[in-house]
């Protein structure tokens, strides 16, 4: 991996965990259109990658602060599924939602500056 995407990839976790206490989930969304639309550089699987980063920093902060393991056991009974499946789905949704959102903001990016030029 060049520094460059691994710069990218950091900055854009940095501004998952920053935004997503204050916007929650859909904030993961945003900032993968944020990065689509005005960072060209930077690809939407590096998008995808921040946002799993991002929610896998919060859940672990989440998870030293708190009874964690008490809290997924008892939603693993109430979705049928086993406990430790809950943050594999929540950083599985963080990472396609913001790169989808990325992936879109760049088709938009590439249509618009295609119809920028001359008639």
Same mark, same amino acid.
């Given at each position: =991996?060049?520094?460059g995407a691994a710069? +990218? $990839?950091?900055a854009?976790?940095?501004?998952v965990i920053v935004?997503?206490p204050m916007?929650?989930?859909?904030?993961?969304?945003?900032? !993968?259109?944020?990065v !689509?639309?005005f960072f060209p %550089?930077a690809?939407?699987?590096?998008a995808?990658?921040?946002g799993?980063?991002g929610?896998?920093?919060?859940? !672990?902060l989440?998870?030293?602060?708190?009874? =964690? %393991?008490?809290?997924? !056991? +008892?939603l693993g $009974?109430?979705?049928? &599924?086993?406990g430790?499946a809950l943050?594999? &789905? %929540?950083? %599985? &949704?963080?990472?396609?939602?913001?790169?989808?959102a990325?992936?879109v903001a +760049?088709?938009i +990016?590439m $249509?618009l500056a295609?119809?920028a030029g001359?008639?």
């Amino acid at each position: =991996m060049k520094s460059g995407a691994a710069l +990218r $990839i950091l900055a854009v976790t940095a501004a998952v965990i920053v935004v997503t206490p204050m916007l929650p989930w859909w904030s993961v969304a945003l900032v !993968g259109l944020t990065v !689509g639309l005005f960072f060209p %550089a930077a690809s939407p699987l590096e998008a995808g990658v921040s946002g799993l980063f991002g929610w896998a920093a919060l859940l !672990g902060l989440a998870a030293w602060q708190g009874p =964690m %393991a008490a809290l997924l !056991g +008892r939603l693993g $009974i109430l979705f049928h &599924l086993p406990g430790a499946a809950l943050p594999l &789905l %929540a950083l %599985a &949704l963080a990472a396609l939602l913001c790169w989808s959102a990325a992936r879109v903001a +760049r088709a938009i +990016r590439m $249509i618009l500056a295609g119809s920028a030029g001359p008639a």
